[in-house]
């Protein structure tokens, strides 16, 4: 089991662009092993998957409205999962969840399906994003 905790959130106007963290809120608690994932939820609407990334390989999965905007990675020496987000737009405007399976995912395929709320079992509290002129 991981406890996770966000960070990074907060206001931006479109075209601006922001960095989320994700590490693990407790002590002696290691990402290593775990595949992250981002998802989001926008008030209204049901939770998405954004992005992920496999433990080792660096196999990713990204979300067909971010990709080319939003990239994910991983400092597993420092514990923490980014998912740095550029050219952000009104519609990303949501909470953000880190969220870590404990597969790790390392297919070796070069990329992830999209993530799920089932196979991604271990979340944070969320960040808030909001995308405003």
């Known amino acids: 089991q991981v406890q996770l905790v966000e960070s990074g959130g907060g206001w931006v106007q479109p075209g601006g662009s922001l960095r989320l963290s994700c590490t693990s809120s407790?002590?002696?608690?290691?990402?290593?092993?775990?595949?992250i994932a981002w998802f989001r939820q926008a008030p209204g609407k049901g939770r998405e998957g954004v992005s992920s990334i496999s433990s080792r390989d660096g196999s990713t999965y990204y979300l067909d409205s971010v990709k080319g905007r939003f990239t994910i990675s991983r400092d597993n020496a420092k514990n923490t999962v980014h998912l740095q987000m550029d050219n952000l737009k009104p519609e990303d405007t949501a909470i953000y969840y880190c969220?870590?399976?404990?597969?790790?995912?390392?297919?070796?395929?070069?990329?992830?399906?999209?993530?799920?709320?089932?196979?991604?079992?271990?979340w944070g509290q969320g960040t808030q994003v909001t995308v405003s002129s």
């Open positions: 407790a002590s002696g608690d290691t990402l290593d092993g775990y595949a």
């Open positions: 969220a870590a399976c404990p597969l790790g995912l390392d297919y070796g395929l070069g990329y992830l399906i999209a993530p799920t709320s089932e196979e991604f079992e271990y």
